[in-house]
Every structure is written in structure tokens, then in C-alpha cells.
Nanobody, 124 residues
Framework: QVQLVESGGGLVQAGGSLRLSCAAS????????MAWFRQAPGKEREFVSF????????YYAASMKGRCTISRDNAKNTVYLQMNSLKPEDTAVYYC?????????????????WGQGTQVTVSS
């Protein structure tokens, strides 16, 4: 089974940018569809973005559309989330997730494997 490790989180001022990475090991990432979710303190985990096996199809939550871009490099077994124009309400732990394919990409139940998360903090 694939293992996922996120990186790239940190503290950034409002309006700034961050690029998160999700590195996979154990199995080739091209076998999986991938997504990013986030969870703020006291809130449920929520969907951010999705990318299919080849990267030809992507999907974004309304709250992030236009401010982030998901991409993948299957040769490097890595998925990325570029986030721009960050807001304090984007503060959360960001998780990447891997699944075999789903008609419901925004649901946590669609994914079998999760990383440990990386903290993103946006100051006002």
C-alpha cells in the first residue's frame, strides 16, 4: 500500500502563497487518484482539491477555486497544491489522500490512504 508524506506547510501572511507537496512511497502514485483536504480546529475535515490519475482532470472546492492549483508528477511520485492569495480562514492542517477512483471525489470516504498532515497558518 502507498504511504503519503506531506510537506511545505508553514506560517504565511494573508495574501501570501504556499506550495504543499505530498510524496508517495511503497507503490506507484499513478495507480491512485489524489486529493487534498483540510481540517481546522473544531471543524470537520473538508475537501480542497482533486486530481485524477493522469492529471487531466481536476476539481476544486468553491472556497479555493481560483486561488489554488493541484498538480502531480507521477515520475516523481508527488502531488502538489499551490495556494495563492491565502486568507486567515485557510488556516488548517492540510492532508493529502489517495484512492482507487471515485464518482464522489469530495468525500473522505472515497480515499483509502491518508498522510499525517502539514500545518498551514495564515496570519492577518
Amino acid at each position: 500500500q502507498v504511504q503519503l508524506v506531506e510537506s511545505g506547510g508553514g506560517l504565511v501572511q494573508a495574501g501570501g502563497s504556499l506550495r504543499l507537496s505530498c510524496a508517495a512511497s511503497g507503490r506507484t502514485l499513478s495507480s491512485y487518484v489524489m486529493a487534498w483536504f483540510r481540517q481546522a480546529p473544531g471543524k470537520e475535515r473538508e475537501f480542497v482539491s482533486f486530481i485524477n490519475w493522469s492529471g487531466s482532470s481536476t476539481y476544486y472546492a468553491a472556497s479555493m477555486k481560483g486561488r489554488c492549483t493541484i498538480s502531480r508528477d507521477n515520475a516523481k511520485n508527488t502531488v502538489y497544491l499551490q495556494m495563492n492569495s491565502l486568507k486567515p480562514e485557510d488556516t488548517a492542517v492540510y492532508y493529502c489522500a489517495a484512492g482507487r477512483g471515485t464518482p464522489r471525489p469530495a468525500f473522505t470516504s472515497a480515499y483509502d490512504v491518508w498522510g499525517q498532515g502539514t500545518q498551514v497558518t495564515v496570519s492577518s
